[in-house]
């Protein structure tokens, strides 16, 4: 299994374009979650996923969109990119649909994104 | 808004001592995760303990919960430089479709 896996590995935009980060999961795993890290700022969700068709929203949804069309791809894409976006987002996936059941969650390597 | 918060911030130790970092969080919880992120990667998960669980071992790892006082420690004994990682809690919700809660994280150095 290659597990998680997330491209680009690094990106560089201008303020104002849009782009869509790529996150993918070969363990039919029905959870699937966007995070983003700052420094001091540890990980916030930015979106999550219980299911094929199924999103929601984390703590911090400003400026991005998601969707879930098929169990294996949970795609993040930045609608009109900002410099207050540079950062580096993980996506990460869990067996579970239910978070309140005890699975671990699998992280991808990250995508380190800078908006100039 | 982050749930668990991480004491100490950072902590510098020598190789072979005791490493031993805390969570505290504020909501009922089902479980405690503890992940490691060595630097520049993902995240890594180490260890799960229950909310009707006390304390849990895995290799050098040893993790408590403590529900009355909302909080929860990691230890890692006789650590090496390759410990040497940011240490993150998450906590999973009592009930609800609330995703796991990340800390901000320890970060470990462990000097050679």
């Known amino acids: 299994n290659a597990g998680v896996t997330q491209t680009p590995k690094f990106q560089v935009l201008k303020t104002g374009q849009s782009m869509t980060l790529q996150c993918a999961q070969d363990m039919n795993h029905e959870y699937m979650s966007w995070y983003r890290q700052d420094p001091g700022m540890g990980l916030r969700l930015i979106h999550y996923?219980?299911?094929?068709?199924?999103?929601d929203q984390g703590e911090v949804p400003n400026g991005y969109n998601v969707s879930r069309s098929t169990t294996e791809d949970f795609p993040l894409r930045l609608l009109s990119a900002a410099p207050s976006q540079t950062s580096v987002y993980f996506c990460?996936?869990?067996?579970?649909?239910?978070?309140?059941?005890?699975?671990?969650?699998?992280f991808g390597p990250g995508t380190r994104l800078t908006v100039t | 808004s982050q749930q668990g918060e991480e004491d100490p911030q950072a902590l510098s130790i020598q190789e072979g001592e005791n490493a031993t970092m805390n969570c505290s969080y504020k909501t009922s919880i089902n479980n405690l995760q503890w992940y490691r992120q060595n630097s520049g990667r993902g995240l890594v998960h180490l260890i799960l303990?229950?909310?009707?669980?006390r304390e849990k071992h895995s290799g050098r790892l040893r993790v408590t919960l403590d529900t009355s006082k909302k909080s929860s420690s990691l230890l890692i004994t006789a650590s090496r430089a390759a410990d040497t990682a940011s240490y993150f809690c998450a906590t999973g919700p009592h009930s609800g479709n609330t995703p796991l809660v990340f800390g901000k994280g320890t970060r470990l150095s462990v000097i050679a």
């Open positions: 996923s219980v299911g094929a068709g199924i999103t």
């Open positions: 990460a996936s869990s067996y579970s649909r239910r978070p309140t059941d005890s699975y671990e969650q699998y």
């Open positions: 303990i229950r909310s009707n669980e």
